[in-house]
């Protein structure tokens, strides 16, 4: 295809949502609760899925600690693979034990090759029925093979694969058996694909495009989410959830590195391909897809996710929307 040829996509800041007539008397009236188009919550086996928002399977996002703050808070959290098998089921333990029973379930994400299904058979020991499949390029045999595999042995897990940023990705890993696709390549905050590799998406129009999919599977928005605003444009665009990495990070809880500067706090968020982060769990440096950001540490994480429930509503609200299963067909982009 000639490059005068190519395709125009839309990205966050290219769109605004046109503000509706509004019935509703209070923003605290506002269901945030995860549902399909018709209404119906979202299950992990027979605990319901809470937020629409994930928190990344990241080591300067979630550990033990933060794992259950999000949990109890209403966001599912999935616990990073970049440790070895048994650490990573006795993080599971850990956060498990914590728990409120109302709690929203706690993902472990796995790889796709060869030692994944021994690492996932010992969490589903554990109790664990909530994997990611958690790999860059997730439009791929090997990641296909792995979501069916797992779907074959245990079909009451729920499993979420990717990353995929085209319909047909997102199909293909859907008709392989996952229950959620992350969708977002090359969009996120401390990833440099795009600039490696040349290959990406805006992750609006990717979500728009799996938006169009006629599986039941569950569309995780995933990658360059900034704001309230992103979000409320990615459930708009037809994201059934989100999935957030620098939102969720560097505050009062997070895990990582921290430095004083001048008096002020900061901590490291990385990319999980970052040349660092691969130092760190497997010794050695292959192509890096990913970089380390410091930022100023602000807020503890009760604040920063009230104040990313109350941006939600609000945004709601300018569509005159009650609850989020209203919105996709409700609201207008422009
Ligand atoms: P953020 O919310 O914009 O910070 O993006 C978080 C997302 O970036 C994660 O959920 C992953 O999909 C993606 N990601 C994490 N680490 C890397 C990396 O090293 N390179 C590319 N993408 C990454």
């Keep these: 295809m000639a490059f005068y040829e190519t ?51 990241m080591d300067t996002v979630v550990d033990e600690k933060t794992a259950a703050i999000f949990s109890n808070a209403g966001i599912s959290p999935i616990l990073h693979r970049y440790c070895t098998a048994e650490q990573q ?27 994944s299904l021994n690492r996932m058979i010992d969490l589903y020991d554990a109790g664990c029925r909530f994997f990611c499949v958690d790999v860059a390029h997730g439009h791929h045999k090997m990641s296909m093979l792995a979501v069916s595999t797992i779907k074959h042995l245990y079909p009451e897990c729920f499993i979420m694969a990717g990353n995929v940023a085209t319909l047909e990705g997102f199909d293909a890993l859907a008709n392989a058996g996952a229950d959620a696709v992350r969708v977002g390549i090359g969009g996120g905050s401390v990833c440099s694909t795009r600039i490696v590799t040349g290959h990406g998406t805006p992750t609006l129009q990717s979500i728009i495009d799996c938006a169009e999919s006629e599986s039941d599977a569950i569309l995780v928005a995933d990658g360059g989410i900034r704001s309230t605003g992103d979000m ?77 429930t109350a941006g939600i509503r609000s945004g709601l609200s300018y569509s005159g929307c009650e609850k989020l299963s209203d919105f996709y067909a409700n609201s207008e982009f422009i």
Aim: aromatic share 10%.
């Design 7 to 57: 395709r125009t996509c839309l990205c966050f800041d290219d769109v605004l949502l046109t503000p509706k007539y509004s019935e509703i008397d209070s923003r605290h009236n506002i269901n945030l609760t995860a549902t399909d188009v018709m209404g119906r919550p979202f299950f992990c086996n027979d605990k319901k899925f809470s937020l629409p928002i994930f928190a990344s399977p």
């Design 89 to 115: 089921v006795v993080s599971y333990k850990n956060v498990i034990n914590q728990l409120h029973a109302s709690a929203a379930p706690v993902g472990a994400a796995i790889g796709a090759g060869e030692f």
């Design 232 to 308: 409320v444009k990615s459930y708009a665009a037809g994201a059934d959830f989100v999935m957030l990495g620098s939102m969720l990070s560097c505050k009062d809880e997070s895990p990582g590195e921290e430095k004083i500067v001048d008096g002020v706090k900061y901590k490291n968020y990385r990319g999980m391909a970052s040349a660092s982060a691969q130092k760190d769990w497997r010794g050695k440096v292959s192509v890096t897809e990913g970089v380390d950001s410091w930022r100023p540490v602000t807020n503890s994480l009760g604040d920063a996710i009230a104040t990313i």
